[in-house]
């Protein structure tokens, strides 16, 4: 059973910066493409980043360009979620998950992905 565990969460003021880690259990972490979900109160959980196996590619939503980074490092198998110039809309539950096929490019949809972390908060005041 593959286990993901988010840290990094907080709360912060809007302009501020925080970097979301997520570990993985197992050693295949380097064959799987991993994302990064979140969800607000109210809202429907939706797609903010991915990376692919290898690192070599990243996909971001609209509305995180230029703000939010992803990364990975396989030797650690963790992935990360740098993100910068926090805005209040930021605030949510964000998620990493695991792609559910091997060796992909990255994929947006929820139902791509089939593990999934528990989660860590993220709290941004104006």
């Known amino acids: 059973q593959v286990q993901l565990v988010e840290s990094g969460g907080g709360l912060v003021q809007a302009g501020g910066s925080l970097r979301l880690s997520c570990a993985v259990s197992?050693?295949?972490?380097?064959?799987?493409?991993m994302g990064w979900f979140r969800q607000a109160p109210g809202k429907e959980r939706e797609f903010v980043a991915g990376i692919s196996f290898s690192g070599g590619s990243m996909v971001y939503a609209d509305s995180v360009k230029g703000r939010f980074t992803i990364s990975r490092d396989n030797a650690k198998n963790t992935v990360y979620l740098q993100i910068d110039n926090l805005k209040p809309e930021d605030t949510a539950v964000y998620y990493c998950a695991r792609d559910r096929s091997l060796q992909r490019g990255v994929r947006v949809g929820a139902a791509e992905y089939d593990y999934w972390g528990q989660g860590t908060q993220v709290t941004v005041s104006s």
């Open positions: 197992g050693r295949t972490f380097g064959l799987y493409g």
